[in-house]
T-cell receptor
Framework: KAGVTQTPRYLIKTRGQQVTLSCSPI?????VSWYQQTPGQGLQFLFE???????NKGNFPGRFSGRQFSNSRSEMNVSTLELGDSALYLC????????????FGPGTRLTVT | DAKTTQPTSMDCAEGRAANLPCNHS???????VYWYRQIHSQGPQYIIH???NNETNEMASLIITEDRKSSTLILPHATLRDTAVYYC?????????????FGKGTKLSVKP
């Protein structure tokens, strides 16, 4: 099976802009989770989607949002970008039954200038 | 989810077994121990998990103490490609609890 894919892999944006990141899960996986990784805060959970519904959310401001489509593909959006949003954004997919066994994509490296 | 404590870093000689410890003294009866690793600049990779019995797969073995307050991940024959940060995570499974809480992990350096 193909792994989790994320696009784009690298992105440079300016403060105040918005950005949309995309994630395609492993075929058959219905849960998609998003994480942010920074040197200072480490890996932090953003949100999880299952069957097009957000069912878990981390402690991030409302500027961070996401959605999931009927084919389980997911997007996350960050509006009004801040310098502190520079990070590696990771997407992970899992089956319905055991969402802790997650399979991560390579991530999107976002740089905000 | 219960808190975990791991050493910040460890070294291991190539070809030798790497034993990575994790303390989780406040673990609850319905919480599992999961291990992930993250090789530099890649996404984390699932390794293994267990509840109370020892587990083994093609990547590693997981030894959980009888009181479940600590565990050890064993890489039987470490290679240079096993150099990574290893995360021990204690968590419940299933349903709407889909997030993993990553700590600082242990940076394992496998040396020739």
């Amino acid at each position: 099976k193909a792994g989790v894919t994320q696009t784009p892999r690298y992105l440079i944006k300016t403060r105040g802009q918005q950005v949309t990141l995309s994630c395609s899960p492993i075929s058959g996986h219905r849960s998609v989770s998003w994480y942010q990784q920074t040197p200072g805060q480490g890996l932090q959970f953003l949100f999880e989607y299952f069957s097009e519904t957000q069912r878990n959310k981390g402690n991030f401001p409302g500027r961070f949002s996401g959605r999931q489509f009927s084919n389980s593909r997911s997007e996350m959006n960050v509006s009004t970008l801040e310098l502190g949003d520079s990070a590696l954004y990771l997407c992970a997919s899992s089956t319905q039954g055991d969402s802790r066994e997650q399979y991560f994509g390579p991530g999107t490296r976002l740089t905000v200038t | 989810d219960a808190k975990t404590t791991q050493p910040t870093s460890m070294d291991c000689a190539e070809g030798r077994a790497a034993n990575l410890p994790c303390n989780h003294s406040t673990i609850s009866g319905n919480e599992y121990v999961y291990w992930y690793r993250q090789i530099h600049s890649q996404g984390p990779q699932y390794i293994i998990h267990g509840l109370k019995n020892n587990e083994t797969n093609e990547m590693a073995s997981l030894i959980i103490t009888e009181d479940r307050k600590s565990s050890t991940l064993i890489l039987p024959h470490a290679t240079l490609r096993d150099t990574a940060v290893y995360y021990c995570i204690v968590t419940r499974t299933g349903g709407s609890q889909g997030n993993l809480i990553f700590g600082k992990g242990t940076k394992l350096s496998v040396k020739p």
